[in-house]
């Protein structure tokens, strides 16, 4: 099973600042890692596949690069609605797996 | 609009057994694989399973095999995992989403429902 490692697990930072949260993967995955967004009680949305294409109607302060084993979601000016857990996810091998979660709060 | 509406979840005993279903509407069912992930409170996402078009390929967690059953029905744009011997340990809020790609690619979530409370309790 590949393990999917996610850093910080939490942030807090201000509006306007730059976010980057961190992936690593326990294995090479090539590209196959995507992001989602949850907000409280709601359900993920996709954000990034591919480990950097933009998700239809994302806002374009999101955005994702990596391969292999390391991968990264920025967030370039955090507005207050990108209070969310952003998640990590690899659809390289049977079975798929999430990272754990990074909670992000916008001071 | 896609649309994906779970139903199902339930108090449920160790041991016993339930179907989760999810309507899909919004799109055309048959040409996606559809799949299901779950959510324990206060946790992570948990990968369940997942199924191809036509039902040809289904693909199971370790914690799902042997257990749950995923199928579809394109006639009724329906979902259904069949949850047999369930665990404490399978409580969770199950959602359904539709898989976008395919095997060579990755199935990718990009719709999701707003998920359904299944919990395990004597």
């Known amino acids: 099973e590949i393990v999917l490692t996610q850093s910080p697990e939490f942030k807090s930072v201000a509006p306007q600042e730059k976010v980057t949260i961190t992936c690593r993967a326990s294995q090479s995955i090539s590209n196959s890692l995507h992001w989602y967004q949850q907000k409280p009680d709601q359900s993920p949305k996709l954000l990034i596949k591919h480990a950097s294409q933009s998700f239809s109607g994302v806002p374009s302060r999101f955005s994702g690069s990596g391969s292999g084993t390391h991968f990264t979601l920025t967030i370039s000016s955090l507005e207050p609605e990108d209070a969310a857990t952003y998640f990590c996810?690899?659809?390289?091998?049977?079975?798929?797996?999430f990272g754990q979660g990074t909670k992000l709060e916008i001071k | 609009e896609e649309h994906l509406l779970e139903s199902g979840g339930t108090l449920i005993q160790p041991g016993g057994s339930l179907t989760l279903s999810c309507r899909a509407s919004g799109f055309t069912f048959s040409t996606y694989a559809m799949g299901w992930v779950r959510q324990a409170p206060g946790k992570g996402l948990e990968w369940v399973s997942t199924i191809s078009t036509g039902a040809i390929n289904t693909y199971y967690s370790d914690s799902a095999k042997g257990r749950f059953l995923i199928s579809r029905d394109s006639s009724s744009n329906t979902l259904s995992l069949q949850m047999n011997n369930v665990r404490v340990e399978d409580t969770a809020k199950y959602y359904c989403a539709k898989a976008s790609e395919d095997f060579w690619n990755g199935y990718i979530f990009d719709s999701w429902g707003l998920g359904t409370l299944v919990t395990v309790s004597s």
């Open positions: 996810h690899q659809t390289s091998t049977f079975p798929y797996t």
